[in-house]
């Protein structure tokens, strides 16, 4: 998957995603499983939109993408705002040696993008080496209503003046899982020219007793699953589930 136009996109089109949810959730089992350290390590931070709000709130960032295009935008975010995150170039699923953190978070369904099983039970095999004990892990990922019956077969727009976007989604060839098509016309300010950019992404789900089996095997525990930035626990429509934890 291919993010080098992709990255300097994202940012215009997410504007209306609620970052600040995130930071709400992180901030309030903080305080529920008393985590007392700040040093926090954003998983697949993409353009640093959560490392920046996190680091605002008093947290010792570092950041991790796969893409040097993402972490070239995270990396001027900061530098523009004064904020001292580190940011790294890392697969998930093969953490090197980044340090002890008291959190670890994998937002913004991340964790979909994962082609299978394997890998994503690699991902928090890696999140536990690098959590402290007692530490809390947060993820979230589409529920499978959301992949199956939202996602499928859907084709989703977006038209101003500088970006359009036509956003297809079709079944994957894995359970629960779905490929996006994208094609972007973006304007080139300076011929008044669009340019055209296609994109092909791939995200995947599991049931949500899959992720708790998974998480409890690589030594986490006090397991709590949400629903769409609540404290709640998820209804059956669900399209969003949150997990929080600890590290035994």
Request: with cysteine; net charge negative; charged share 25%.
């Amino acid at each position: 998957m291919s993010y080098e136009r992709f990255a300097y996109l994202y940012d215009e089109l997410m504007q209306d995603v609620p970052y600040d949810n995130w930071v709400s959730i992180v901030e309030a089992y903080k305080e529920k499983y008393q985590v007392n350290g700040m040093k926090l390590l954003d998983l697949a931070c993409g353009t640093g939109e959560l490392s920046v709000r996190f680091a605002q709130k008093g947290f010792d960032v570092t950041g991790a993408d796969l893409s040097t295009d993402m972490l070239s935008v995270a990396q001027s975010k900061a530098q523009a705002l004064s904020l001292p995150i580190q940011f790294f170039q890392q697969d998930m699923t093969e953490l090197d040696d980044l340090g002890e953190f008291d959190i670890v978070g994998i937002f913004c369904d991340s964790l979909n993008y994962l082609e299978d099983e394997q890998a994503v039970r690699l991902a928090f095999q890696g999140v536990s080496r690098l959590l402290k004990k007692g530490g809390l892990f947060l993820f979230d990922v589409h529920s499978v209503y959301k992949m199956d019956h939202i996602f499928s077969d859907a084709t989703f727009t977006w038209d101003d003046d500088e970006i359009t976007y036509i956003w297809n989604s079709f079944k994957g060839e894995g359970v629960h899982s779905v490929e996006h098509e994208l094609t972007f016309f973006v304007l080139d300010g300076e011929s008044g020219k669009y340019d055209r950019v296609d994109e092909l992404h791939y995200q995947r789900t599991y049931p949500e007793q899959s992720y708790v089996k998974w998480l409890e095997q690589e030594g986490f525990a006090n397991i709590e699953v949400t629903g769409d930035y609540t404290l709640n626990p998820p209804v059956p429509k669900a399209e969003r589930l949150f997990f929080a934890m600890i590290k035994k």
